[in-house]
C-alpha cells in the first residue's frame, strides 16, 4: 500500500510538472517560495532518521514537536499542496485540476494511513495529535 502512496504521488507531480508552467514570475511565485521555505524548515526539523517517502515510521523515528510541527502534523505534506496549487492555477484547465486533486487526495489518504501506523509504533503519538491539533494547514485541517 506504501509505494501506490509514493506512485501516486509523484505521477501527479510529474503530470503537473510536464503539463503546466511550473514556475513562473508571478504573484502566486511567492506562494511557491513559501512552500519550499516551509519544507526545508520540516526536513531540518524533522532530523535525518525521521524522513521517508514512504508513510511508515523509519526504525529509529521519534516523533518531532519542534518548527512547523508546532503547528501541524504534516508540514513537509502541506509544502507540496501549497508548491504545486499554483501550477494547477497557472494551467487552470480541467485536466490540471483533475491532477491537482488526485494529488491532494493521495496525500490525505497517505496522511490517514501514515498516522495509523505512527500509532502503532509510537504510542506517544495521540498526545501529539492533542497538542498540534491540525494536520496540514494551521487553523483549518
Known amino acids: 500500500m506504501k509505494q501506490i502512496f509514493v506512485l501516486m504521488q509523484f505521477v501527479c507531480i ?4 510536464f503539463f503546466s508552467e511550473l514556475i513562473a514570475l508571478d504573484v502566486i511565485l511567492i506562494l511557491q517560495i513559501a512552500a519550499i521555505i516551509f519544507g526545508i524548515w520540516a526536513v531540518r526539523s524533522v532530523g535525518q532518521n ?3 517517502v514512504y508513510p511508515v515510521p523509519n526504525l529509529e523515528s521519534s516523533i518531532t514537536r519542534v518548527g512547523p ?14 508548491f504545486f496549487l499554483p501550477p494547477a492555477l497557472r494551467a487552470n484547465s480541467s485536466f490540471s485540476w483533475i491532477v491537482y486533486s488526485v494529488l491532494v487526495i493521495t496525500l490525505i489518504l497517505k496522511i490517514h494511513f501514515e498516522e495509523r ?3 502503532k509504533k509510537h504510542p ?3 498526545e501529539f495529535k492533542k497538542s498540534t ?3 496540514v494547514i494551521p ?3
Do not use: C, D
Open 133 to 135: 491539533k491540525k494536520r
Open 14 to 17: 510529474g503530470i503537473l510538472a
Open 50 to 52: 525521521n524522513w521517508s
Open 124 to 126: 506517544e503519538y495521540s
Open 117 to 119: 501506523q505512527l500509532l
Open 69 to 82: 510541527y508546532k503547528f501541524v502534523r504534516h508540514p513537509m505534506y502541506t509544502s507540496l499542496i501549497f
Open 139 to 141: 487553523f483549518l485541517w
